[in-house]
């Protein structure tokens, strides 16, 4: 009985091995291609003027700023914090393809999630 017990986990282990390995397989061959999405945003840490000065930086050197200035969609909140994101997130998604980066003096922080709200939309270009 005990051996018999011992061959069914034997032949049972050689199923699930293969199984779990061509599943991994499967989920990596289909996600070589897939890429994350990537937003940069101000890092909480950044001082006021470190904000400021990233952000006109950015503003002059390819992000589009115009969702930012008085009352357009991304106005609201009006705070640096949050308008340094738009720009931070514009200049890096019009320039990534260019070599730049989302770092802006250690002002900027990379996120996964989209920092979109209301009707203030963040671009993502893959």
Request: hydrophobic share 40%; net charge negative.
């Amino acid at each position: 009985m005990l051996m018999a017990s011992k061959s069914f986990n034997c032949r049972s282990m050689l199923v699930k091995i293969p199984l779990a390995l061509i599943f991994f397989l499967s989920i990596w061959i289909q996600g070589s291609d897939a890429q994350f999405e990537d937003y940069c945003i101000a890092d909480n840490q950044a001082s006021e003027d470190e904000l400021v000065n990233a952000m006109r930086w950015a503003c002059s050197n390819g992000a589009d700023c115009s969702a930012i200035q008085d009352y357009q969609n991304c106005y609201f909140p009006n705070t640096t914090k949050d308008h340094a994101s738009y720009a931070f997130n514009s200049y890096y998604q019009n320039m990534k393809h260019s070599g730049a980066s989302c770092y802006f003096t250690a002002a900027a922080i990379l996120t996964g999630l989209d920092p979109s709200h209301d009707s203030c939309k963040f671009v993502y270009i893959p």
